[in-house]
Each structure stands twice: as C-alpha cells, then as structure tokens.
C-alpha cells in the first residue's frame, strides 16, 4: 500500500510543478503583451506629434529636388 501512496504522491507533486510552470508563463505572456501595447501606444505618439515636421521636411526635399531635375534638363 505504501508504493501505491508513494506513486500518487509523486505524480501530484510532479502535476502540481507542471501547472505552477504553467500559471508563470501565462504571466510573462500577459507582461510581453502589455509592453508591447505600452511600444505601439509611444510609437503612435511619436508619430502624430511628429508626422507634421516630417511631412514639412519631405515636402522641402521634393521642391529641392524638383528645381534640380527641372535646371538639369534646361
């Protein structure tokens, strides 16, 4: 009888492991989500504070670039 208890004992204990293993990566799952929805939260940011400087930038770039190719083929 005492193999019999031995056995279950060990298999719950082993069973118990094997879920608490579980519940911590449901956890690191539920920190990797959360800081990847805290990066796109700043990248969006980034951008609509930024977009308006961009967009000025490569309008600059294009009017720079379109008098060039425009004396270049006078």
């Given at each position: ?8 004992f060990t298999l719950f204990a082993l ?37 308006g400087q961009l967009n000025t930038l ?12 425009a004396g270049a083929g006078a």
């Amino acid at each position: 009888m005492s193999q019999v208890a031995t056995y279950f004992f060990t298999l719950f204990a082993l069973a118990g492991e094997r879920l608490d293993d579980r519940k911590d990566r449901g956890a690191t799952a539920v920190e990797y989500g959360l800081m990847v929805g805290l990066i796109a939260i700043v990248i969006i940011v980034a951008v609509t504070a930024l977009g308006g400087q961009l967009n000025t930038l490569f309008e600059t770039v294009q009017a720079r670039l379109t008098r060039v190719n425009a004396g270049a083929g006078a």
